[in-house]
Structure formats: C-alpha cells, structure tokens
C-alpha cells in the first residue's frame, strides 16, 4: 500500500485537504473509505462501520476483533482503495490498524511531524499574504476564479489583508471567515 501523511498544526486544515482529494479523486478508486483515528474505541466503531458498508460477512458480529479481522482481510484481498484516518495523532495505534501488504492508498491526517518509515509526509503549511486573500476573496464571492487582486478597490484588499493576518494564514479559518462573511 502507498502511504502518505499530511502533517501540520491543528486546525491548519489537513482534514479539508484529504476531503477535497478523496472528492477530486473518487473515480480513481473503487472504494473510498474513513476511519476516524482519535482514539482506538472509533477506529474501531468505523472499522465496524466499514463491514456494514462494504457488505462483509460477520459484519454484526459482537466479537470486534473477528469485525477487525475481516475488514483487514478485505484491504489486503481488494485493490485500488484509498483509506484516510483522519486525525491519526498516534502513529502506534494507526499502525496497528493499517492493513499490512494491501493493494490501496492510505492517507493519514496528523499533527505528528515525525511520521518514520510508516508514511511520507507532505506538510500542510499556513497560508501566505496573498494565498490567503485570494482564498478569503473567492470564498466570500468578492473575487472570481480567475480575477487578480488588483482589480479589486484598496479598501477591500487592506481588510482581507488584516483578516489574514488576524487569523495567523490559518487556511481552515479564512474559510471559515469566509464563510461567515458570505
């Protein structure tokens, strides 16, 4: 399996970033599944989930582990799956649930930045000046797809400006500025 994880700060948004690949990518796989890696009683609760989802046998098992097991067997038997766990911020309890040897992609959020040889990281970073207004400015409709800033009046740019500021290039919070504003 190809394993990838997009590291950062909390609230930078490495969530919104596997969501937005996963949307963009789904044709490219035959399954898209979501683990929620908080803690080990939901990787477990949506590995339970996932048997439902994909139809396994024993799904309504009340023996998690033989549910866990089966679930495994499925990632290592099928191919051209992506699983995300999302906010894996403990490597060793993702580790124990990756499937060993499968056929799929694997996408970890995490704030760890020290991922070893379990994923390759791809950082997830604050935003820049202008990254950030142009993120800001499309979301609220001030700016279409292609517009530049500079065809917008100053007044506009210097308060975008001091949001972005404001909110530290936090990309998950100009959208939600953005979103308030709209």
């Known amino acids: 399996a190809q394993t990838y994880a997009l590291t950062g700060l909390g609230g930078i948004g490495k969530t919104q970033v596997a969501v937005e690949y996963a949307y963009r990518y789904r044709d490219e796989y035959a399954a898209v ?14 590995f339970v989930s996932l048997a439902r989802l994909l139809d396994l046998p024993n799904c309504d098992a009340q023996d998690q582990v033989a549910v866990l097991a089966v679930v495994s067997r499925w990632l290592a038997q099928n191919a051209n799956w992506l699983l995300i766990f999302d906010n894996a911020d403990d490597l060793p ?17 995490t704030r760890s930045q020290a991922t070893g040889s379990l994923a390759e990281s791809i950082a997830v970073e604050k935003m820049g000046l202008d990254e950030g207004m142009h993120l800001l400015l499309r979301r609220t409709k001030f700016l279409a797809r292609d517009q530049s800033l500079d065809l917008l009046p100053a007044e506009v740019r210097t308060q975008a400006g001091a949001i972005i500021r404001e909110l530290a290039g936090l990309p998950l919070a100009i959208d939600q500025a953005g979103a308030y504003i709209e």
């Open 33 to 46: 599944l979501w683990v929620r890696a908080t803690n080990r009683e939901t990787v477990v609760a949506d």
């Open 93 to 109: 309890l993702a580790a124990e649930f990756l499937p060993p040897g499968g056929r799929g992609h694997l996408l970890l959020t």
